[in-house]
C-alpha cells in the first residue's frame, strides 16, 4: 500500500479526532465515524456486563439441582433478559458498529462513512431501544425467552412483552441504517486505486454482513410488530385460540434469526483473516475463495431457518430440505478454516495477544461448526434439540467464535483507537482465562444436552449436578477473564505508552495514518497500487 | 450427593440404538478433523515461529488444487451424515402400522395421558418393552415438547394441530419424562417418568386400577350429548351434516373445489373451526365447538369418529383384556 507521500509534519499531527472538540456537545452531536463507533463501544459495553450479570445469576441458580437461589418466575426473566441483551444489543451491532465503524472508511481509504447523519442517527435509535429493553427489566422483566414463542407470548405469559419487543422492534432499524450506510460506503467512497479485490477482507466481511441486516433484519421487526398486535388487539396470527398458527411465529422469527447468527460470525471472521496476516506477516491464502465463502454464507444462510422447527411436525420432506442446506451452510465455514491454517504455514508468526485471541477464535468456532453438523443431521437433532448441546453449540459459535473475534480486534486495533499501548502480559493472561474459562463453562454443556439436560430449566435431576458445577466454575473464571480487559485498556487510556502508527508491523491503510488517526483520517487521500498485507517481495511460490 | 452422575445417558429403545450408531460416528469424524486443525495450527505456529523482529512470511497466494481438495472432501462427507441422518429421521419418523396407540395431552404445567382401554395417567407413562407405541399428543394452551432421553425421541406438542411420535421400548425400567419448549413459570417441573415393563407386567398394570370409560366410549357419550347424531346420522340416512362412518383416513372433497385427507387433524379442525373446510354438497350451519369441548374431549370424539371407519366393532387392541 502506497503512503500518502509526505504527509506534512506539524501541528497536524497532534490534532486527532479524540482532541479535535471537547465537551458533551462535540460528542454527543459528532459526525465523525471513529467517536461514533466509541460512543458504541462504550454503549455496548455497558450492555454486555449487564447481559454477563444476568448469565452469572442462571450459572449461581444451576450450582444445585434445586431452584434455591431466585423462584421460577425469576429465573425465567433471567435467562429471557440475557438472551435479549446478549442478541439484540450487544453481539448483532458489537464488531460491525464499533469496529466495521471505525475501520471501513479508514480501510478503503475514505474520510468517513457516506451518511454520517444517519450514522449518529442509528447510534441514537439502538439507545432508544436499549431504554425499551432496560425499562421492560426494570419495571418486572420479560419471561418468554429470547425467542418470544408465541402463543406462550401473545396469550400466556403476563410480563412486559409489548415493551421489550418495542425494544427489538426500535433497534432493528439502527442494524438496516449502518448495513445500509457501508454498502453504499464500500460502493461509493473506496480511495482510486482502491479496487475490490484490493479490499481487506475484513471490508468484505462487512460487506456481506451488510446485506444480512438489510434483508433480514424488517422480518424480525414485522415479526415482533406482530407479536405485539396480538398481545394487544387479539388479532389472531399466532394463537390458535384466535384461528392462528404458532408455528407460522418460528418460521419467521428464525427466517431472521438464523441469518442473525451470521451477522455475528461473519464480521468476526473479517477480524480473524486480518489478525491472522498481521501477525504471520503474509498475505492470506486463498484470498477470493474467503471473499466470496463470506458471500456464499450470507446468501444460504438465509434457507437454513427450518432446522430449528424439526421437531415442530414439519413436513418430512421440508426437514430433508432443511437439513441438506444446513449442511452445505458449513462447507464455506470449513473453507475459511482450512485457509486460516494454510496461512500460517510459513508464516513469521508472533504469538502477541490478538493472535492468541484468532487462534482461540479459530479453535473454538471450529468445535462450535463440527457440533453444528450434529444438528443438521436430522435423525440426530430430534435426540438434543432444545437441550444443553444446542446450548452448547450456539455459545461456541456466539461467545467462543463472535466474542473471541471481537476481542481479537479489540486488542489488534485498540492502539489505533486510542493512541495508547495495553499491557501486553495482562493481555495474555485474559486471554488464557477466557479460553480456558470458556471451555470448561460449555463443553460439560455438550455432555448435559446428550444425557438429556432440556435448556431453560430453573431445577434439574439431581444426576447432572457434577457437570454443571463444573459449567459454573468455568463462568468464574471467564467472568474474571472479561473483566481484566476493561481495567487495562481503561489504564492504558492514562498511563499507557504512545502507541506510533504502527505497533505491530502490520500493513493496511488504518497503519498508515497516525494513533490515534486524525478527525479526516488522512492528512492526504491515499493512492492504493496493491492489495493489503504483501509483506514478502512478491514472488508467486506455488505449492501445487 | 456426588454419587450416580452419568456421562451417557440410558439407551433403552430401538431408535435409541441407531441414533446412538450416528452419534459416534459424527463425534469420530469432527474429533479427527478438529484434532487435525488444531495441530496444524499449534505446529505451524511453533515451527514458524517469529525469530528476528523484522521477518516476514514466505508469500504465497494460493491453490486451487488444495482449494477443492478441501470443498470436495467436506462435502462428501457432510453428505454422508445428511444420508445417515436421513435414514434414522425416516425411521422415527414413520410409525409402524398397528403400533399401541396412547393419546397425550400437555398443559401447564403436567402431561396427561390417557390409554385406549381407558386407564389414566399423570406426569407418568407405561408402557410394554418390545412393541411399537405411538402417542397422539396435543396442547390444552401453550407449546410444550415431549422429551425421553433414554429412547432419544421428542415431538413437540402444539395447541391447534395433533402431533405424533412412535417409540419401541426395549429396556424395562423407569427414565425421565421432560418438556423440553419453554412453556412458562413451571417448566422445570413439568417432568415424570416413563416406566416401560415387560409385556406380561404391562398387561397386569393395564387390567389393574382405576380405568375409566376407554376415549371411544367417552367420544361416543359426548357425540350424543352434544347432539351431533342429529345432523351427523348413524342410521344411514342423510342428515344435516356427511355421515361419518367410513370417512376416516379417506380423501374428502370439498366445497369449492379441492379435497383434504380425513386424519386426526381435519378432524378436530372440523369440531372446532367447521367451517374452514365444509365438505362438498353441505352448507355450513354447524356451531363451533371451541371452548365448549376441553383438548381431552375433542381427542374421544376424535377417536370415536375414528373408530366407526375400523373393520371391527372392537376398539384399536383387541384381545388383549379378557377381564374386561
Partial sequence: ?544 | MFTNFPFFPPQASVQAAQVDSLYFFMLAVTAFFSLLIAGLIVGFAAKYRRRHEDDVGVAIHGSLALELLWTVIPFLITMVMFAWGAKVFFELYRAPAGAMEIYVIGKQWMWKVQHMDGQREINELHVPVGRPVKLIMGSEDVLHSFYIPAFRVKADVIPGRYNHMWFTASKAGTYHLFCAEYCGTKHSGMIGSVIAMEPAAFQAWLSGGAGSDSPIAAGAKLFSDLSCNTCHRQDNTQGRGPMLANVFGKQVELEGGGTVVADEAYLRESIVNPHAKVVAGFVPTMPTFQGMVSEEQLLQLVAYVRSLSMPAPAPVTPAREPGR
Avoid at chain 1, 44 to 64: K, V
Avoid at chain 1, 214 to 223: D, E, R
Avoid at chain 1, 498 to 505: F, K, L, R, T
Fill in chain 1, 1 to 544: 500500500m502506497t503512503a500518502p507521500g509526505e504527509a506534512p509534519k506539524d501541528d497536524m499531527e497532534t490534532l486527532n479526532y479524540l482532541n479535535n472538540g471537547h465537551g458533551l456537545g462535540s460528542w454527543l452531536l459528532t459526525k465523525d465515524h471513529k467517536r461514533i463507533a466509541l460512543l458504541y463501544l462504550a454503549s455496548i459495553t455497558a450492555f454486555f456486563f449487564l447481559g454477563g450479570l444476568f448469565a452469572f445469576m442462571i450459572r449461581l441458580e444451576l450450582l444445585t439441582p434445586r431452584g434455591d437461589v431466585m423462584s421460577s418466575e425469576t429465573y425465567n426473566k433471567m435467562f429471557t433478559m440475557h438472551g435479549v441483551v446478549m442478541v439484540f444489543f450487544f453481539l448483532i451491532p458489537s464488531i460491525p458498529a464499533v469496529l466495521g465503524n471505525f475501520l471501513i472508511p479508514i480501510m478503503i481509504g475514505a474520510k468517513d462513512l457516506a451518511f454520517p447523519r444517519i450514522n449518529l442517527l442509528s447510534w441514537y435509535i439502538y439507545v432508544l431501544g436499549g431504554l425499551f429493553t432496560l425499562i421492560a427489566a426494570l419495571s418486572g422483566g420479560v419471561d418468554t425467552g429470547w425467542t418470544f414463542y408465541t402463543p406462550y407470548s401473545t396469550a400466556a405469559s403476563n410480563t412486559h412483552v409489548i415493551t421489550a419487543a418495542t425494544g427489538v422492534f426500535i433497534t432493528g432499524f439502527s442494524s438496516i441504517l449502518t448495513g445500509l450506510n457501508f454498502i453504499v460506503t464500500i460502493h461509493r467512497m473506496r480511495a482510486p486505486g482502491m479496487t475490490w479485490f484490493r479490499l481487506p477482507l475484513f471490508v468484505w466481511a462487512h460487506y456481506a454482513t451488510s446485506l444480512i441486516m438489510i434483508l433480514g433484519t424488517p422480518v424480525i421487526a414485522i415479526t415482533v410488530l406482530l407479536v405485539a398486535a396480538e398481545r394487544a388487539l387479539h388479532l389472531g396470527i399466532f394463537d390458535p385460540a384466535l384461528g392462528g398458527d404458532p408455528v407460522l411465529f418460528q418460521h419467521l422469527f428464525w427466517f431472521y434469526s438464523h441469518p442473525a447468527v451470521y451477522i455475528m460470525i461473519l464480521p468476526a471472521m473479517g477480524v480473524i483473516s486480518e489478525v491472522v496476516q498481521a501477525f504471520t506477516r503474509k498475505n492470506v491464502f486463498g484470498y477470493s475463495y474467503i471473499a466470496f465463502s463470506s458471500l456464499a454464507i450470507a446468501i444460504i444462510g438465509f434457507l437454513v431457518w427450518g432446522h430449528h422447527i424439526f421437531v415442530a411436525g414439519q413436513s418430512v420432506y421440508a426437514g430433508l430440505v432443511f437439513s441438506i442446506l444446513s449442511f452445505l451452510v458449513a462447507i464455506p465455514s470449513a473453507v475459511k478454516v482450512f485457509n486460516w491454517t494454510a496461512t500460517i504455514y510459513k508464516g513469521s508468526v508472533k504469538l502477541d495477544s490478538p493472535m492468541l485471541y484468532a487462534i482461540g477464535f479459530i479453535g473454538l468456532f471450529t468445535i462450535g461448526g463440527l457440533t453444528g453438523l450434529f444438528l443438521a443431521a436430522v435423525g440426530l437433532d430430534i435426540h438434543v434439540h432444545d437441550t444443553y448441546f444446542i446450548v452448547a453449540h450456539f455459545h461456541y459459535i456466539m461467545v467462543g467464535g463472535a466474542i473471541m473475534g471481537y476481542m481479537a480486534g479489540l486488542h489488534y486495533w485498540w492502539p489505533k483507537i486510542s493512541g495508547r499501548l495495553y499491557s501486553e502480559g495482562w493481555a495474555k493472561l485474559s486471554a488464557g482465562l477466557i479460553f480456558i474459562g470458556f471451555n470448561l463453562t460449555f463443553f460439560p454443556q455438550f455432555i448435559l444436552g446428550y444425557l438429556g439436560m432440556p435448556r431453560r430449566y430453573h431445577a434439574y435431576p439431581d444426576e447432572f449436578q457434577v457437570l454443571n458445577v463444573a459449567s459454573t466454575l468455568g463462568a468464574s473464571i471467564l467472568s474474571v477473564g472479561y473483566v481484566l480487559p476493561m481495567i487495562y485498556f481503561v489504564w492504558s487510556i492514562f498511563r499507557g505508552e504512545e502507541s506510533p502508527a504502527d505497533p505491530w508491523g502490520a500493513q493496511g491503510l488504518e497503519w498508515e495514518t497516525p494513533s490515534p488517526p486524525p478527525t479526516e483520517n488522512f492528512h492526504v487521500t491515499p493512492i492504493v497500487t496493491h492489495g493489503t498485507h504483501q509483506y514478502a517481495p512478491s514472488k508467486e511460490v506455488g505449492i501445487v
